[in-house]
């Protein structure tokens, strides 16, 4: 029969669990880096299908505040944003930087 030393073994064991926290830590970082805005439900506070801007704010934005953005979003004015508003608003692209020449 085949004897492994006690070196393979622990080096084959550490290669293994390294592999699983390099493997945790890369989905961690992905999901670290979603693109858009977080789920309806996340951020409907009270369950009612309407966030409004109350319940808006208590959220973080990655730029602008919170009334210009909310107004954007809920395009029928209504001071209500609905799931379907969310998910079809499209944010406007960042300015771009101007190269140094």
């Known amino acids: 029969m085949f004897k492994l030393s006690s070196k393979v073994i622990i080096c084959s064991t550490l290669t293994f669990m390294s592999s699983l926290a390099y493997s945790s830590a890369l989905e961690q970082s992905q999901q670290d880096k979603r693109r858009g805005p977080p789920p309806f439900s996340q951020l409907d506070l009270n369950g009612d299908q309407a966030i409004s801007l109350e319940e808006f704010k208590q959220h ?5 505040d919170h009334e210009t953005v909310f107004a954007n979003i809920d395009s029928n004015g209504d001071q209500q944003i609905s799931e379907q508003e969310l998910t079809s608003h499209k944010p406007p692209c960042p300015p771009k930087r101007k190269r140094q020449e």
């Open 60 to 64: 973080q934005i990655p730029r602008g």
